[in-house]
């Protein structure tokens, strides 16, 4: 039998319609995701697991094995969490639920989201749709993948330093990272606790605005979030009369980026100009300079605490021996990948007695001198706009030996990530075959403005998100 | 030379809140092992902290009962070490911005008051509970199996930090008493040492009179009791006395206090010092208290102990008023001055026999208990006694003993006094070779044989005359 529909192609708007007018039973679209998961899961490897339509389903969605499911083992890509089952739902899982969303299955990311390119899982790399030799991007590499080669019509990521919106981008998704604190991070397997963010990843601007109105919103359970001032809304203008775009001078002068990139990301500026949008130049001098560095320094410095509590005491496997500090020892020791372990060490360095106020609390006091100089930038146009990765997808094994090659990865995504700010990445183009992201970064709760922005580009823009090999 | 104690004390006072401190499991004690937890405080990978709005009040409410300051922004902070205790592999506990500075505990003395230095008081999360099963020490290290209670872990911790103002092991006694008494009247902990709900660190040197210098301190620790603290604190005094005087030099170590034997046991010396590595806690946002919630809370403070100690020491004596105060029992013994018992009387009977006889001060009606206090003398001593036992008797009435007469006829009592006297040549002649204090003995003796019916007044007059004779 022929699936019911070319999931391929299904937008989640589409496939709610569907539903909605009785032409497709939950059932069935949740069966052909299921037939496209059976057929391209194994090349990709975009699913560490999957779950069976059960009572009840509805719209499919898959979620990022950072983020905590009832009953559904979330591992967050490492061996130390294998075989953990959670007894708690995230909230956020708790809202899809309640939305009437089905979980589809739990998909691939760098262990505890620390990369770009899903290789640092533990349990192997997912590969890019558009070229099985390539990397999707990371951490969120798995959730990129299934929602571009139809495995999903649409999932959640989590981005710390650019994990939606760099694997979006190379894998010719839409991507959001919101503000910091509108969405909850209850049940979310920690890595930055000050820089975690789930967001959503799907086809369209719309969908990813109507899946972030599903998410967003203050949680009790977890203190950092606020309530939205505003409602979420779907976008439809296709005009753009007005918008001020900013393009930071550090961009222009950023060797790292490819030119293909560049001249994808300047035919997207063009067409806002065509739109009615001013793009003009802004300046974030600091960011660009010292972001990388502060945020390797925050971020590992917090991760280091935050995996303190995998000891293999409560949960998780445990590799016993003689004394109490030898298990933890042995236990972190074979359950963490190199690059927690990296990050471990360089943020445990970074926060000892005699260091601190050279390094984390440096780092903080440069954090706040970015939030300030977005803040002002911000005054002057009303999006920033980049790529949102210097590269498309790269080789498989590229840079996977060169940690710093593949940190600056995130060059693009990382600084308006320190200062708090939603981000989203829209396909703008293809070079050499494969997916650009135009990254637009706006004020705290602007995500309407760039929801508004982002679709009246994507219109303008036209990409088509199916990877060229599986066009007819 | 002359040396004087300098003594430092860190109070941990565990909160009565009905929930824990970052998440809603119960806060009691009594249940199952390991019922009352969740993933919060189980630290569960995703599981975030909330703080208790309560916990935050009471603990303010503390501050200001101690003098304190009340910053606008306290700050929690992790810090950070590995201990199956506990399961985050951090601890969230006020650091650097802690929620109450600056404060002080005032103790009445026949000199004056004596003011000890509040350095802070914050608020944090408690460790689990573990039991190390086998090895020699009951320690982690060499035990067979280690097991861990989570109920406590996360219930909600006042740390209260003075400065070295403490000056012997007396006060340091005095000024807990006197702190515990104001945070069980405040109603936010039971504060009993022995169930660990108050728990005492003293920090400890020794310096010639007259220096104003500060040398090593050590720290000592697992002292349930105010008495094996005071104990505890003049074991180390004289230690370190005895060290300095044989020219050695104190070590900065930690002891523990082995209460069976009244001894110090150093622990072992760390490979390497600790490094909490503590940073803000990202999960949370700043406390940050507005000044009315301050205002409102400060006017919700009862009259503290110390005051009344003040106000009673001018209607009573010192001694007694602190005895009251610090034994909340000075509400009783107003209430039995008020229905016209005599104060002193009240106070020695209040302070004496309803504390001894173990009778709950809140479940005792003072109209009674002023019968007994004004009719004690006139009354047999073993219809007092059960008087008082019987106090906490919610039907209790007087009437019945003080209805009784105690047996005050001399020459019913001479016979029995010339038998006592008789009976005890040993003591009759330590006595008369000025051992006054035998007196009690004597008449305890008569006591015994009439079965409590003697008028103690009258034997007393008796024996004095007799033995004078």
Sequence with gaps: ?472 | MNWEPVIGLEIHVQLKTRTKMFCRCPAGFGAGENTQTCPVCLGFPGALPVVNRTAVEWTILLGLALGCEIPGRAVFSRKNYFYPDLPKGYQISQYDLPSCVYGNIVLPTADGDRVIGIVRAHLEEDAAKTVHVGGRTGRIGGADISLVDYNRGGTPLVEVVTAPDVRSADEAKRVLQLLRQTIVELGISDAEMEKGTLRVDANVSVRPVGSDELRTRTEIKNMNSFNFIARGIEAEVERQIAVWERGGEVLQETYDFDAAHGTLTARRAKEEADDYRYFPEPDLVPVEPTSELVERLRSELPELPAARIRRLEAELDLERAVVLVTGGLDRLWSETVHAGAERVAAANVIANNVVGAGVDPGAISAEELAKLVIARERIPRAAFDEAISNLGDPAFSAEPYVAQEAVSDTAELGPIVDRVIEASPDQVEAFRNGKEGLLGFFVGQVMKETEGQANPRVVSELVRVKLAG
């Design chain 1, 1 to 472: 039998m022929a699936p019911a529909v070319d999931t391929l192609r299904l937008t989640a708007e589409e496939a709610i319609g569907l539903v909605e007018r009785g032409e497709l039973s939950p059932a069935e679209l949740h069966g052909a995701y299921l037939e496209a998961i059976a057929e391209r899961n194994d090349e990709l490897h975009a699913y560490l697991r999957t779950v069976g339509a059960g009572e009840g389903a509805s719209i499919p969605i898959a979620i990022k094995d950072v983020i905590s499911t009832r009953g559904v083992e979330t591992t967050a890509g490492s061996k130390i969490l294998s075989g953990y089952v959670p007894v708690f739902d995230s909230t956020v899982a708790a809202r899809c639920k309640e939305a009437g969303l089905t979980l589809l299955g739990k998909t691939n990311t760098d262990e505890f989201a620390m990369g770009s390119s899903t290789e640092n899982s533990a349990w192997g790399p997912s590969r890019n749709p558009w070229d099985p030799m390539l990397v999707p991007g990371g951490s969120g590499g798995g959730t990129a993948a299934a929602v571009s080669a139809g495995m999903a019509p649409w999932g959640l990521g989590s981005d710390t330093g650019g994990s939606i919106k760099q694997p979006s981008a190379l894998c010719g998704n839409v991507g959001l990272r919101p503000t910091y604190g509108t969405v909850s991070r209850y049940g979310v397997v920690a890595f930055a606790s000050s820089l975690d963010q789930v967001g959503p990843v799907a086809k369209t601007v719309r969908d990813v605005a109507l899946l972030y109105s599903i998410i967003a919103g203050r949680d009790p359970r977890d203190s950092t979030t606020v309530e939205l001032p505003e409602l979420v809304l779907l976008p439809k203008d296709e005009r753009l009369d007005g918008l001020r775009i900013g393009v930071p001078s550090q961009v222009a002068s950023l060797d790292a980026i490819e030119p293909g990139v560049r001249a994808a990301f300047e035919h997207a500026l063009r067409l806002a100009e065509e739109l009615g949008a001013v793009v003009d130049e802004c300046d974030l001098p600091l960011s660009y300079r010292y972001g990388m560095p502060c945020y390797y320094l925050i971020a590992p410095a917090e991760a280091s605490s935050n995996l303190a509590r995998y000891d293999g005491v409560r949960y998780g496997p445990r590799t016993d021996a003689a004394t109490y500090r030898e298990m933890v020892e042995r236990t972190r020791d074979q359950g963490f990948g190199a690059e927690p372990k990296r990050r471990i060490m360089i943020g445990t360095y970074a926060l000892s007695a005699g260091y601190y106020d050279a390094f984390y609390g440096q780092a903080q006091k440069v954090r706040t001198l970015l939030i300030r100089e977005h803040r002002e930038a911000l005054t002057h146009v009303d999006v920033i706009a980049s790529p949102t990765s210097p590269t498309v997808a790269f080789p498989i094994g590229d840079k996977a030996a060169d940690p710093l090659a593949m940190y600056a990865c995130d060059v693009l995504t990382i600084p308006s990530n320190l200062a708090g700010l939603p981000g989203l990445s829209i396909p703008c183009g293809l070079s050499e075959g494969l997916p650009v992201g135009l990254q637009l970064v706006g004020p705290q709760f602007g995500e309407n403005t760039l929801f508004r922005a982002g679709h009246a580009l994507e219109q303008a823009i036209g990409f088509d998100t199916v990877p060229l090999r599986w066009r007819e």
